[in-house]
């Protein structure tokens, strides 16, 4: 994903394009209206993180221009963090609105977000995560988010929340995890270790019983729930 950023202060700037480009994001970046205006027009940009405070002029004024006939994601960054300033950005047609000073954290799942309703994502541009419902997996860093808070897992509650992830929509049998989680016959273990982990994993993912992440399929196994639409 190509992100534009329009930010004038300089430090801030460098630091959230190093972040993103660290997530695997294509950054262009600008600090005046001008500038932005040709990088849009220059660029295939994916998405806009916009400052409002410009030097030559205001932010709001770049979204209005763009909403005129452009349907681009923008997410507005900035210190005005008063309702009417939040309202005003979001009535012009802006995706979302995070204050400063910005949390790195944060503004991925932002960004993550928005790029989920939009329908940006591609698979080249997540092979290095899982995003679930609101889960974001590293499969090569064994590590697992849900929003901001990082969930951590045994290596055993890892690998069935990998194994249920990868397989979602699917019946996976009770003897299909543990042979696999386990790496021996099922019949060797305890059915009642599964069931175990698995309420674990519940616990631990904060799963939400109205719109739970495993389903349980009763005298079979279990099956990872797809994302609603």
């Keep these: ?16 394009e190093y972040s993103l480009k660290n997530e695997n994001f294509e950054v262009v970046c600008a600090a005046t209206l001008k ?13 806009i993180l916009l400052d409002v405070t410009l030097p030559d002029g205001s932010g709001y004024d770049f979204c209005r221009e763009i909403r005129e006939n452009d349907t681009t994601p923008i997410i507005f960054l900035t210190a005005c963090d008063e309702e009417v300033n939040i309202v005003l950005g979001l009535d012009m047609g802006a995706d979302d609105y ?7 954290r944060e503004l991925i799942a932002r960004i993550n ?7 940006l994502q ?6 290095d995560r899982i995003i679930c419902k609101d889960l974001v997996i590293f499969p090569l860093k064994y590590e697992v988010y849900k929003g901001r808070e990082k969930i951590f897992l045994t290596s055993s509650e890892y690998k069935l929340l990998l194994l249920l992830v990868e397989n979602r929509g699917n019946v996976l049998t009770r003897k299909q995890l543990l042979g696999k989680i386990w790496d021996i016959e ?3 273990i305890e059915e009642k270790t599964l069931t175990v982990y698995i309420k674990r994993l519940r616990e631990k993912l904060l799963e939400d019983k109205e719109e739970p ?11 990872w729930i797809e994302v609603r639409k």
Excluded: C, H, W
Aim: net charge positive; proline share 2%.
């Design 1 to 16: 994903m190509k992100i534009l950023l329009v930010e004038d202060d300089m430090t801030l700037a460098m630091g959230i």
């Design 35 to 47: 500038e932005s205006r040709n990088k849009f027009k220059e660029d295939d940009i994916d998405l």
């Design 98 to 104: 995070l204050t400063k000073p910005v949390r790195v």
């Design 113 to 119: 977000a928005v790029a989920r309703r939009r329908g």
């Design 213 to 223: 992440y495993i389903e349980t399929i009763r005298g079979i196994g279990y099956k």
């Design 122 to 127: 591609k698979e080249d541009q997540l092979k």
């Design 186 to 188: 099922g019949d060797f």
